[in-house]
């Protein structure tokens, strides 16, 4: 994470990049390179299983990047993850809650697939309620999807400019992508990362 904030233009506005929890300790030193304004924290999982043992461990770790965020800050983060809840719940900067819990600053009323699989969500904001169609595939997809609109709304964009950016994002290559073969088979290519806690 740090070398790519370091190969980013001065004239960038902002910079999104993926932080990982593993090993102990690297989201302090992620958090002192990129100084984030926003931090997201979307699942507890159990990828690296040695180094943590179980979710509530991970979410300790992944709160540090909430920890280090200033005092006008913004942390978004996960209402149906009881351990990141946990883990965040102390933090000074501004908490911001996605899930389905109707306590939920942005809150999934409804996650369906059209034909093949693309996900649309239904998302609730206050009294406003949203549709976003995407191109991605499948419900589970609705926890980065809720939480990337939560982000952007909560950095000033507005939700038809949200749902204009998700409905042309193209899934990334290996990660429930869709590959066409010539002879018309379909095949759903979710091979980049699928750790076997998440196989359910």
Not at 97 to 111: K, N, P, Q
């Amino acid at each position: 994470v740090i070398q790519q904030f370091r190969r980013q233009s001065f004239r960038s506005r902002a910079v999104v990049a993926e932080a990982t929890e593993y090993p102990h300790g690297s989201l302090d030193a992620v958090a002192a390179a990129l100084r984030p304004d926003v931090a997201v924290l979307t699942i507890a999982g159990l990828d690296h299983y040695t180094g943590f043992r179980d979710r509530d461990a991970v979410a300790v770790e992944m709160s540090r990047l909430a920890k280090a965020l200033p005092a006008g800050g913004v942390a978004i983060v996960n209402g149906d993850d009881l351990a990141i809840m946990a883990a965040t719940s102390d933090i000074t900067a501004r908490r911001v809650v996605f899930g389905a819990a109707a306590s939920s600053d942005y809150r999934l009323i409804d996650a369906t697939c059209r034909p093949i699989g693309r996900l649309t969500l239904a998302v609730g904001h206050g009294a406003d309620e949203r549709r976003f169609a995407t191109r991605l595939l499948g419900a589970h997809m609705s926890v980065p999807v809720l939480a990337a609109v939560a982000a952007a709304h909560m950095l000033g964009r507005d939700f038809d400019a949200i749902a204009a950016r998700l409905a042309t994002f193209e899934p990334v290559h290996g990660r429930c992508s869709i590959v066409e073969t010539p002879g018309g088979s379909t095949f759903i290519c979710d091979t980049n990362k699928a750790p076997a806690w998440s196989m359910a």
